[in-house]
Structure formats: C-alpha cells, structure tokens
C-alpha cells in the first residue's frame, strides 16, 4: 500500500498532567469540539478517534473507542500481584502494551486511508478522522516514566504524528514561584524523554487568567519581581530567599530558551474557552514532528536495521566456522574422505581391514610409497644387495670369502 501523504495523517493529541489538573475534563472539552465540527460538515470532518489509558477510572464523560479497561482488570490485578494502586495501574499498562500491535492495527485499520477491492470504479473519498485523542492515567510518572508508556507512545509516533499536551493546574501553579517552577521542570524533563513536541495547556482559566503564568515565562525580571515578593511574604524561610531563591533564579534563567521554543495555550475545560486556540497550536506542532521528529526516527530506525545487520552477520560467519569445524572433525562435507570400494571376496575384505588398522596406527607398509609414485623400497633393496654381494667377493677366490662373509654379517647383525 502506498504511503499516504503526511499532510492528511490524523495527528495524535496525548493528554498529560499532573492529578487533578483537569486532564480528563480537557478530554471531553476537545472531544466534544470535533464532534461538533463533524455535526456542522459530516461530509467532510470525521469524529475523533478516542483512547482511553487510564486503568482505574470509573467512567469517563466521553466515549472511547478504545479502553483500556476492555483488556484489563485493574481490581483484578491489584488482587492478583498483590500491589497497590500505582503498582496495578504500572502493571495495567504493562499488560496492555503487550497488546500494542493489536492497537496499532486498529488504528491503522480504522485512521489510514485502505486500498479499495475494486479498481476498475473510481472509489469515494474515505473519510477519516483528523484526530486521535489520547487519555492517560493521573499518575504522571507511570506513563512517562515506564517501559510501556514509552512503548505505546513510541508505536504511535511511528505511524502518526504526535503531540504531547501537558495539561497544567493554572489556579495551583500560581501560588508560589517554586510551584511554577516545578512544574516547568517537570514538563521539561518530559519533553526531553519523549523527544515529542509538545504544547503547554494552563488549564482552569476560567478560575485564575494564565496571563500571569506567560508572563513569568516569557519577562525574567517579572519573575524576579515574583521571588522578592515571595520572600516578604514568606520571610527568610520561603521560596524566595536563601538557597532556594538562588536555585529558582537559576533555573529560570537556564529555561529562558527552552520558554522561547514552547507553544502556550490557556483553555477552560468548563467553558470552551482557548479550545480554538489550541487546535491551531496542534496544526503548528504538526509541521514542527514531520520537520524535526519524524527524520530523527527515520535515523534511529537506519541505525537500528543497520545494528541487526551485523548482528545477523557475525551469526552467520560463527554458524560457518562451526560447520567448517565440525565437518573437519567428523570427515564430511569438504573434509569427506573418498568412499573404499566395496570387497567382493574374503580376502579382500581382511586386507581392506588391515589397511584400516594401519592407517589408524600411523603404520605405513612400505608397499604403500609405491601408491604414492616413490621409488624409496627399490632404493632400499638395490643398496642391500650391493653390499651382500660385495661381502661375499671379499677373499682370495676360495672358500675363505665365504668365511669373511659370514663374518661380515655376523658384525653387521651386532
């Protein structure tokens, strides 16, 4: 099947935050604003394609396409390992991206356009949807931080575009710079694991403006502003005096280019306010995966076929000498000897035997050169019968020269 063009690939929107930020609420916020684009023009918008990850939820205000609860029993498994609530939710997740090509399958099956049976009629458009929506659990670090968040997140970034929306308290993130910072620090450290881009979602505008929070952002001094404030408020011991005034001075000043390269968007999930301004943001962060993500993974993938490769090669040369070993130990293959012919008498069979035995013993017959085209016994043989014949001329002529031989031999037998 031929690859579809990138521009029309539905991107997917994983939802990600802190407990109780509202990540949830969010879902059913943007959900509900697809669903409405796709009432005013069904011709030509589809629904959104809806996750849900969350193992221990008990309901959601949104329907889901596919849930994670369909797969896994999270009581059930808290009861069967024995494990607490993060723990079952860890091992939910566990469980279910063993599933992963399954859920890939589905997703590809369901949000990538399929070749049509019949190629004779021109097909109708098929009409996918433009988005894939992501709900992940309240527990931050069990999705971001674990081998199956990693693995589900990895599996779709290879198929779909992928934006990460790291969803913030704005009302709680206000109330101290330390709060702020922490979670500044918590966003970075996901956006440097994923390796995804991502938006900044201040979420709850409708209690406490994000203004603020931008501006912390984007003006080092008005966080300065923000810190001595903080230290009269507080005293010595606060945020914003001693160790912990200069650590927050640092970091604010280490991220000032990271705040520089990062999409900020208020919403109210309430309201529906900044929904808008979010997918717009979403389009944005589209251009920034297929320009910067989807080549560095083109490049891992090289590396990685280019890792196996030589992995399959050094098998394949240690399999070789294997062979070539144990063909030589065991006489076959190139080290084959050539088959005897089979005896037809006796007699045959006890020489072919005898010659065996030799050649076991290291023996060589001196019969045997004379296979070999070597002339060594008639050698031996002629110089033997020289010598005997010179022994037995020694002598005056008569029976003396006998004597001498005899002697001649009796010495040489010594």
């Avoid at 031996?380 to 003396?400: H, I, M, V």
């Amino acid at each position: 099947m031929a690859s579809p063009d990138p521009q029309k690939l539905p991107i997917a929107v994983v939802c990600i935050g802190m407990a109780g930020s509202g990540k949830t609420t969010f879902m059913q916020r943007i959900n509900s604003h697809l669903h409405t684009l796709h009432h005013a023009s069904p011709s030509t918008t589809a629904p959104p394609y809806v996750l849900n990850l969350d193992p221990a939820v008990r309901s959601v205000p949104f329907e889901s396409n596919i849930d994670i609860r369909d797969s896994v029993n999270y009581k059930e498994v808290m009861k069967q390992y024995n494990l607490g609530p993060n723990g079952g939710i860890l091992t939910s997740l566990n469980l279910f991206s063993t599933k992963v090509d399954q859920v890939m399958g589905i997703l590809e099956k369901r949000c990538l356009p399929q070749p049509t049976a019949q190629q004779q009629q021109p097909a109708e458009p098929q009409l996918l949807p433009s988005h894939i929506l992501l709900d992940t659990p309240g527990q931050i670090e069990v999705f971001v931080w674990s081998a199956s968040g990693s693995i589900l997140l990895s599996s779709l970034a290879s198929s779909f575009p992928t934006v990460l929306a790291y969803i913030i308290d704005t009302p709680r993130t206000l109330e101290n710079t330390s709060t702020f910072m922490s979670n500044m620090l918590y966003a970075i450290s996901i956006l440097y694991k994923t390796k995804l881009p991502m938006i900044l979602v201040f979420n709850k505008t409708d209690v406490k403006d994000e203004s603020e929070a931008v501006e912390w952002m984007r003006d080092f001094e008005s966080f300065q502003a923000a810190l001595r404030q903080d230290e009269v408020r507080e005293g010595e011991g606060g945020c914003g005096g001693g160790y912990m005034g200069s650590l927050l001075n640092s970091m604010s000043l280490v991220l000032e280019e990271f705040y520089n390269h990062l999409s900020v968007v208020g919403v109210s999930s309430m309201t529906g306010a900044g929904v808008e301004e979010f997918f717009v943001a979403v389009e944005a962060k589209r251009e920034e995966f297929e320009k910067d993500y989807r080549p560095e993974l083109e490049k891992r993938r090289k590396d990685a076929e280019q890792q196996r490769e030589q992995v399959r090669e050094k098998e394949v040369s240690r399999m070789m000498k294997d062979m070539n070993v144990s063909s030589k130990a065991k006489g076959t293959g190139m080290y084959a000897k050539p088959k005897r012919e089979e005896p037809e008498t006796v007699s045959e069979a006890e020489e072919m035997d005898d010659e065996e035995e030799e050649e076991a013993s290291g023996l060589v017959e001196p019969d045997d050169e004379e296979e070999d085209g070597s002339d060594g016994r008639e050698t031996f043989d002629d110089g033997l019968k020289t010598r005997y014949q010179q022994a037995l001329n020694t002598g005056d002529g008569g029976g003396g020269g006998v004597g001498k031989a005899a002697d001649y031999i009796m010495r040489s037998q010594r």
